[in-house]
T-cell receptor, first 112, second 115 residues
Framework: LAKTTQPISMDSYEGQEVNITCSHN???????ITWYQQFPSQGPRFIIQ???TKVTNEVASLFIPADRKSSTLSLPRVSLSDTAVYYC?????????????FGIGTKLQVIP | DAGVIQSPRHEVTEMGQEVTLRCKPI?????LFWYRQTMMRGLELLIY????????DSGMPEDRFSAKMPNASFSTLKIQPSEPRDSAVYFC?????????????FGPGTRLTVL
């Protein structure tokens, strides 16, 4: 079970790019990296998932270096509505069951 | 689709009482997760069902907690007897497939307060 480490909290001003890095030193060959976002009083929601290099969608980008021991979630030009907790998870997305853990996440506070 | 439905949204009860939380997963999803969220411990997986069968209940804190999934469209999480330390937000999530890293769709949660 790959363990992840991410900062507990981050602050950013509106309009800035925010990068949240997650460490997963013992990631396995078949593991994917997934990020979720949780707004207050809501359940988490899937943002992005990747295996290597770079993945981009309408919400965020995910950068994964060649050794895959870390990953960076990039949020372009954040607004107040991006204030949320962001979770990094590592695990397989096919084949047999593997428990994945959300942990505490990174609390991002966007400041006006 | 209505998404994952949980009821009740809020529950306040007294210590020692039985509490039953309910979940209706997204139609067609064959995996269902129950989570508990607290400030101190974050989001913890309690139990995972696949095709209505419990696969991983290693996160169930103790015998006071039990979960069932009698069919593909309904699951319950029961706490009996409840204690103040059970106060938390309980989330149900569903997904397609067996692996935990497949996208999970979460319900709105049930905020439980045990007095």
């Amino acid at each position: 079970l790959a363990k992840t480490t991410q900062p507990i909290s981050m602050d950013s001003y509106e309009g800035q790019e925010v990068n949240i890095t997650c460490s997963h030193n013992n990631i396995a060959t078949n593991d994917y990296i997934t990020w979720y976002q949780q707004f207050p009083s809501q359940g988490p929601r899937f943002i992005i998932q990747g295996y290597k290099t770079k993945v981009t969608n309408e919400v965020a980008s995910l950068f994964i270096p060649a050794d895959r021991k870390s990953s960076t979630l990039s949020l372009p030009r954040v607004s107040l509505s991006d204030t949320a907790v962001y979770y990094c998870l590592v695990g397989v997305n096919s084949g047999g069951y593997q428990k994945v853990t959300f942990g505490i996440g990174t609390k991002l506070q966007v400041i006006p | 689709d209505a998404g994952v439905i949980q009821s009740p949204r809020h529950e306040v009860t007294e210590m020692g009482q039985e509490v039953t939380l309910r979940c209706k997963p997204i139609s067609g999803h064959n995996s269902l997760f129950w989570y508990r969220q607290t400030m101190m411990r974050g989001l913890e997986l309690l139990i995972y069902f696949n095709n209505n069968v419990p696969i991983d209940d290693s996160g169930m804190p103790e015998d006071r907690f039990s979960a069932k999934m009698p069919n593909a469209s309904f699951s319950t999480l029961k706490i009996q007897p409840s204690e103040p330390r059970d106060s938390a937000v309980y989330f149900c999530a569903s997904s397609l497939g067996l692996a935990g890293a497949r996208e999970q769709f979460f319900g709105p949660g049930t905020r439980l307060t045990v007095l």
